[in-house]
């Protein structure tokens, strides 16, 4: 059964500090990995990473794939109170049809 | 960049009536057209997968004749909830993608359905 696993489901950290989201995947036909950022409607698109090792930047967030390890992380350095919300990641699979299967998310709160 | 554009953002109905979410992507053509739904804070569920001229894939659980998708144009995918009950009650989002693009999947705003 294909899974997206993301830890920790919950986190609460003050302005100015630094984290790291974890993303591990089990899914069959692999082709990337999305991260996605959902406040209070529809998910917005962060990065997606379909080369292992080669880290993905953009302002304070950065992401990385290890497709051996089966894995992602992403971080947010100087976190703010704008970023609280709930990280997604999601595999994007190709099989006859493409498909994207979602983790759980991690809520992520900054408190000032 | 890329802009995918749901509509309603919001409906009530009766349970019994039917509800139709249409799914645009209004600059580019989306080969594959997503359908999610999502209940309060768990994370997106996918119930369907179409491709531009044939029929929705279902996932294993998602009730074919009751979540209706029609995926009719390069632009243009539409959800029918039929015969609406309480329990479809839920979070809709609808994703399109063309994989030739580098940023592959956007999202719709989404539909908020309440059936009474």
């Known amino acids: 059964e294909d899974k997206v696993v993301q830890s920790p489901l919950s986190l609460v950290v003050h302005e100015g500090d630094t984290v790291t989201l974890n993303c591990s995947y089990e899914?069959?036909?692999?082709?990337?990995l999305l991260w996605y950022k959902q406040e209070k409607k529809a998910p917005t698109f962060l990065f997606m990473l379909?080369?292992?090792?080669i880290e993905k930047k953009s302002g304070r967030l950065s992401s990385i794939l290890d497709k051996k390890e089966l894995f992602s992380i992403l971080n947010i350095t100087a976190t703010q109170t704008g970023d609280s919300a709930v990280y997604l990641c999601?595999?994007?699979?190709?099989?006859?049809?493409?498909?994207?299967?979602f983790g759980e998310g991690t809520q992520l709160t900054v408190n000032p | 960049g890329a802009v995918v554009s749901q509509h309603p953002s919001w409906v009530i109905c009766k349970s019994g009536t039917s509800v139709k979410i249409e799914c645009r992507s209004l600059?580019?053509?989306?080969?594959?057209m997503f359908w999610y739904r999502q209940f309060p804070k768990q994370s997106l569920m996918l119930m369907a997968t179409?491709?531009?001229?044939?029929?929705?894939?279902?996932e294993q659980g998602v009730e074919k004749d009751k979540f209706l998708i029609n995926h009719a144009s390069l632009t243009l995918s539409t959800l029918t909830v039929t015969s609406a009950h309480p329990e479809d009650s839920s979070f809709y989002i609808c994703?399109?993608?063309?994989?030739?693009?580098?940023?592959?999947?956007?999202f719709g705003n989404g539909t908020r359905l309440t059936v009474t």
């Open positions: 994703s399109a993608s063309a994989w030739d693009r580098v940023s592959p999947l956007h």
């Open positions: 899914v069959t036909n692999f082709r990337s």
């Open positions: 600059d580019f053509q989306a080969t594959t």
């Open positions: 179409s491709n531009e001229g044939s029929k929705a894939t279902y």
């Open positions: 999601a595999a994007f699979q190709e099989t006859s049809g493409s498909r994207l299967t």
């Open positions: 379909t080369s292992s090792g």
